[in-house]
């Protein structure tokens, strides 16, 4: 069974444009309510869970409708981070937990993604089978069960207080200055409360979201603003969230970019010298530097690559037992503490390395020197297949024989824009931009 509708990340497209309509959300919140509960079953709970973009006052309630229409009762959160989700889905015992975003995409964008019970990401096969009850007729519930919808206050306070509990014991944030980006998004008010009650002087940005700004000139994937307001203040480190806070960035005290990998080479080091790092293996994506490998592997430790996208990394994670994961885009997962990638919970960690250790960011934030890499994205118009054009073909099969022991090259869809991304390592800076100019080329005539 395959899925059509459903992205790497689930649900993803521009607001009131299919599939993300109001008429659509209703059709999956019902049919995804009729998959968690089958035709005679109880009343489960679902929360619900966004963050600040315009459209998501317009999903919520589609979405509302439809999951109570199968006798689903509802427990709206308001704007949580995407990690909340998967904390109080399981947290709360609900069947079901959902979280309306486009994370790093602009306010017009909007996006909605299912967690299990568990508080996991469904797996392909759990969304591919939303789409075939989608498809079909859905039955609704009788008249006498549908379900109930209510708005719950503590949801994002819950959150915030197990994000306290994951900061080792007796540790404190005191004369640390840290500025926070949250993007306008989802955690303007959670993250610079929990730094704030774990000592942290704060300098807040991005924390006045109107609907239509969320991701605009800040956050992670636009960190100048943050970079900015940490020299300005002096700030020992700067954190940057994406708009659903669920990828995260770190800065120096010079306003130096700290990408996942090296966040992530920085905790599988410590970890492994503290034995909590299982197997000795770290999990992330076919994205990840070189360097990050060969830093691994002078220390004895493996790196195991996936596909891209966090919940392929959660996936294998769970598959092999291991216990640290995730993305060069920041998304940082600890299944010791979290389900998915929380951008929160791993700007703590870089925290509470920098208040156990008395190193600055700067020391803590460069493990390895990362081998050149470029990367290029191409949009390309709906229905067009850029990859499968032979001229594009052609120019790939050379770029892979001239990268031959000097590099690597992946190419790929995106899993929730319509681009074509195109990236290439190697340690010949001229070949790269040859080689990356030349298919990029080729991926724009296709298109």
């Known amino acids: 069974m395959t899925r059509k509708l459903f992205g790497t990340d689930g649900v993803r497209g521009t607001a009131n444009t299919h599939p993300m309509t109001a008429e659509m959300a209703l059709r999956l919140g019902a049919a995804a309510g009729r998959y968690f509960r089958p035709v005679g079953a109880g009343s489960p709970r679902v929360v619900i869970g966004k963050d600040t973009r315009l459209s998501g006052y317009m999903l919520e309630n589609a979405l509302t409708a439809g999951l109570t229409s199968t006798g689903m009762n509802v427990l709206l959160l308001g704007p949580v981070p995407t990690p909340a989700v998967g904390f109080l889905t399981r947290s709360m015992r609900a069947a079901l937990g959902v979280m309306i975003s486009a994370s790093h995409n602009p306010h017009e964008d909007n996006g909605i993604k299912f967690f299990g019970p568990d508080g996991f990401k469904l797996s392909d096969e759990a969304e591919a089978e939303i789409e075939a009850i989608l498809a079909g007729e859905i039955q609704p519930a009788q008249p006498g069960n549908i379900g109930r919808a209510k708005r719950i206050e503590d949801g994002r ?35 610079p409360e929990v730094l704030w009650e774990l000592g942290a002087e704060v300098i807040p940005v991005g924390v006045e979201p109107n609907g239509k700004n969320i991701n605009l000139r800040c956050g992670s994937t636009h960190p100048e603003a943050a970079g900015e307001a940490v020299r300005a203040h002096g700030a ?13 960035i770190i800065l120096d005290e010079t306003g130096k970019e700290a990408d996942g990998d090296q ?10 010298d ?65 389900t ?7 700007g703590l960690q870089f925290l509470a390395a920098m208040a156990q250790t008395g190193r600055r960011a700067s020391d803590l934030a460069r493990s390895f020197e990362t081998v050149p890499q470029l990367l290029q994205n191409v949009r390309y118009a709906a229905g067009q297949e850029p990859l499968k054009a ?58």
């Open 157 to 191: 306070g819950r959150y915030q207080e197990y994000c306290k509990t994951t900061f080792p014991s007796g540790l404190r944030l005191d004369g640390l200055k840290v500025v926070i980006d949250c993007a306008n998004g989802a955690a303007y008010r959670a993250a």
């Open 236 to 248: 020992d480190v700067g954190i940057c969230l994406d708009g659903d806070a669920d990828r995260v």
């Open 263 to 272: 966040i992530m080479a920085l905790f599988a080091a410590r970890w492994a």
């Open 274 to 338: 503290e034995g909590r790092l299982r197997d000795g293996t770290l999990v992330a994506t076919v994205m990840s530097n070189l360097g990050l490998e060969r830093f691994l592997g002078a220390r004895g430790l493996r790196l195991e690559r996936t596909p891209v996208g966090d919940r392929y990394v959660v996936e294998a994670m769970r598959r092999g037992g291991w216990n640290l994961g995730g993305e060069q885009s920041g998304h940082i997962v600890m299944t010791d503490f979290a």
């Open 340 to 346: 998915t990638g929380d951008g929160l919970l791993a």
């Open 390 to 447: 032979p001229g594009v073909q052609a120019v790939i099969r050379d770029a892979e024989v001239r990268l031959n022991g000097a590099g690597r090259l992946l190419i790929r869809k995106s899993g929730t824009e319509p681009l074509i991304r195109v990236m290439a390592e190697c340690e010949d800076e001229a070949l790269l931009r040859d080689v990356v100019e030349e298919i990029v080329a080729a991926v724009r005539d296709a298109a």
